[in-house]
Nanobody
Framework: QVQLVESGGGLVQPGGSLRLSCVAS????????MGWYRQVPGKQRDLVAS???????NYADSVKGRFTISRDNAKKTVALQMNSLKPEDTAEYYC???????????????WGQGTQVTVSS
């Protein structure tokens, strides 16, 4: 199977920055898209940013210009640099990867355990 382990969450003041990291490990044939989602209690999990294996990126409108997603294919990592953080960015952030385990089966989604980001003064 595949494990995704996130790190880098925490408490930050409005206007501050945080960097989230996620590393994938396990029985991986190829990783397609990777991304970050966030969720607040009682609401659905929403896409924050995603990146293809070729480096094409996609961002939620609410984070464009403030967040940057990047990945290292060789190290199987994805990162989210978050700048100019706002209280409304407070959420549990989840790493996501679309992974093929072998050549015979289609890819499937895997999730990390989540890391809390709190933006508050």
């Amino acid at each position: 199977q595949v494990q995704l382990v996130e790190s880098g969450g925490g408490l930050v003041q409005p206007g501050g920055s945080l960097r989230l990291s996620c590393v994938a490990s396990g029985s991986i044939f190829v990783i397609n898209d990777m991304g970050w989602y966030r969720q607040v209690p009682g609401k659905q999990r929403d896409l924050v940013a995603s990146i293809t294996s070729g480096g094409s990126t996609n961002y939620a409108d609410s984070v464009k210009g403030r967040f940057t997603i990047s990945r290292d294919n060789a190290k199987k990592t994805v990162a989210l640099q978050m700048n100019s953080l706002k209280p409304e960015d407070t959420a549990e952030y989840y790493c996501n990867a679309d992974v093929r385990l072998d050549v015979w089966n289609p890819s499937r989604a895997f999730w990390g355990q989540g890391t809390q980001v709190t933006v508050s003064s």
